[in-house]
C-alpha cells in the first residue's frame, strides 16, 4: 500500500486549501484515517480524523475551519481548510490504517504536504 499526499502551497491567510491523501495496492478497506500536521520545532498534531461509518472527529482549535471527508470509491481522503491562518504552516500528513486483500491491517503514512501560510 501507497499513500501519496498532495494539495499544500504557499497562500495568503484567509485562503483555503484542500489536501489529498491517495491510498493504492492492494486495499480492501480504509478502517480509519487521519490528517496530522507538524510545524517547525514542534510536535507532530492529529488534527482531523474520520472513522469507516464516516464520523469525524477534530482538534479543538481547528473545529469549524477543517473538514476530513473520504472517498471509498478513490480510495482518497481529503482536507479542506479554509480561512488559513499562519499558525496552520506545518507540514501535513495523512495516516490510515488499512486492511489489504490478504486480510493484514496496519498503519501507513503519507510522505506529507507543505503548507505555508503568509500573513
Known amino acids: 500500500v501507497q499513500l501519496q499526499a498532495s494539495g499544500g502551497g504557499l497562500v495568503q491567510a484567509g485562503a483555503s486549501l484542500t489536501l489529498s491523501c491517495a491510498a493504492s495496492?492492494?486495499?480492501?478497506?480504509?478502517?480509519?484515517a487521519d490528517w496530522y500536521r507538524q510545524a517547525p520545532g514542534k510536535q507532530r498534531e492529529s488534527v482531523a480524523g474520520?472513522?469507516?461509518?464516516?464520523?469525524?472527529n477534530y482538534k479543538d482549535s481547528v473545529k469549524g475551519r477543517f473538514s476530513i471527508s473520504r472517498d471509498n470509491a478513490k480510495n482518497t481522503v481529503y482536507l479542506q481548510i479554509t480561512s488559513l491562518k499562519p499558525e496552520d504552516t506545518a507540514v501535513y500528513y495523512c495516516?490510515?490504517?488499512?486492511?489489504?486483500?490478504?486480510?493484514?491491517?496496519?498503519?501507513?503514512w503519507g510522505q506529507g504536504t507543505q503548507v505555508t501560510v503568509s500573513s
Open positions: 474520520i472513522n469507516n461509518g464516516g464520523s469525524t
Open positions: 495496492g492492494s486495499i480492501f478497506n480504509i478502517n480509519h
Open positions: 495516516n490510515l490504517v488499512v486492511t489489504t486483500t490478504s486480510g493484514s491491517t496496519r498503519s501507513y
